[in-house]
């Protein structure tokens, strides 16, 4: 009879810097895996150092979209994270959106590439799909809100989306394991499809007359100081293009 699996959590402190004694009792516990979850790319610069300091050694190891999305740990560490496996926010890398916003991202910031791209492509197209439920229906909430949740298979730059009845969104996290330093997609190569949006409760929602020509701010909720910087901030920059591209389109309804 096989045994059953066993969980060992050794949790941290957002301000601990030392995780050494987490490390080595889960070393003495003889561990099959090490699942990694911290929330910002220094702490996991920090744990990466100290698992392979501490000679963390043929124990796979898993991690969450921030460990599979810092790219500094994969040149850094490359014995600790080759073969690991984590799962991560989907993201065409073949759709025009993702060309552009790389590029303009570029040229804006003189970075050599964009940081945690999956990041990047949610928060491009968010302000895309806004733009566009705003101009069906108008600056109305409740009425924007119907829109949404009628969505099927929105394509954008981070891949198909569908919004359920209750507002959640069947697009997700995708495995991805670390092979020959890279992250790609575990099991397979990711497809795309043609762009495509339903949104059969439209013509019920707005006529013309209630379509707006105002401006449309469109606000966010991101770190933009401390460790959460390090993405916070290269998401706000590519609202920021995403909104610049709208308006360069002709704007919401030409306002």
Do not use: C
């Amino acid at each position: 009879t096989a045994s059953e699996p066993t969980v060992i959590t050794e949790n941290f402190l957002p301000t601990d810097t030392d995780f050494k004694t987490q490390i080595a009792k889960l070393k003495n516990k003889d561990v099959d895996a090490i699942f990694i979850n911290p929330q910002t790319p220094p702490k996991t610069d920090l744990l990466m150092k100290q698992l392979e300091e501490q000679g963390v050694e043929g124990i796979q190891v898993f991690g969450n979209d921030v460990v599979v999305g810092y790219k500094e740990g994969l040149s850094r560490y490359p014995k600790l994270v080759e073969g690991m496996i984590g799962a991560e926010a989907s993201y065409d890398e073949n759709h025009s959106d993702v060309a552009y916003f790389a590029e303009e991202y570029k040229k804006q910031t003189g970075d050599a590439e964009v940081p945690y791209m999956s990041y990047a492509a949610t928060s491009f197209d968010a302000v895309r799909i806004i733009a566009e439920g705003v101009a069906e229906v108008g600056n109305d909430g409740d009425k924007f809100k119907e829109w949404l949740y009628d969505v099927k298979d929105w394509q954008g730059a981070a891949g198909s989306l569908t919004i359920d009845k209750n507002g959640d969104p069947g697009a997700g996290h995708k495995a991805k394991i670390v092979k020959d330093g890279k992250v790609v997609l575990y099991g397979g190569a990711e497809t795309s499809a043609v762009s495509t949006v339903s949104t059969s409760k439209t013509s019920e929602l707005a006529t013309p007359a209630d379509k707006t020509k105002d401006p449309v701010k469109i606000g966010g909720i991101l770190p933009l100081t401390g460790d959460g910087a390090a993405y916070g901030v290269p998401m706000q920059k590519i609202a920021e293009i995403a909104a610049a591209k709208v308006n360069m389109e002709g704007g919401i309804n030409g306002a």
